[in-house]
């Protein structure tokens, strides 16, 4: 069955960093997937965090850092990366800021974020 979804749910973070989902389990009720997309400023990051979901991002503008078990990777604008579940991660922003898509596989929540404290 075909649903149009008409807007995006804005998620609260802090640290300037903005959400707006438009599949997933915040927006659409959507359990299997998330989409979403999210702009943040130069000098953004987030704690680390080991989610229980796959995560594919694509960097639409600027670029993403990602810290990993295996170093650190740069993604810019055009670029993509994957995660796998269980991936200790760590995300921040270039220093012009980032905006991207990313999808969740099933669907992210702050329970199976994994985010340190």
């Not at 680390?48 to 604008?77: K, M, N």
């Not at 200790?88 to 994994?114: D, K, M």
């Amino acid at each position: 069955m075909v649903r149009r979804i008409d807007n995006a749910k804005r998620i609260p973070v802090p640290g300037g960093k903005v959400i707006d989902e438009y599949v997933g389990r915040v927006n659409s009720g959507d359990d299997r997937v998330s989409i979403a997309h999210m702009t943040a400023p130069a000098g953004w990051d987030e704690p680390a965090q080991t989610p229980e979901f796959a995560e594919y991002t694509l960097v639409l503008r600027g670029s993403v850092i990602v810290e990993h078990d295996g170093g650190t990777t740069e993604v810019s604008a055009g670029q993509a990366f994957a995660s796998e579940p269980g991936e200790r991660i760590r995300y921040s922003a270039g220093p012009e800021g980032a905006e991207y898509v990313a999808v969740c596989l099933p669907a992210f929540s702050p329970e199976t974020a994994g985010r340190e404290d």
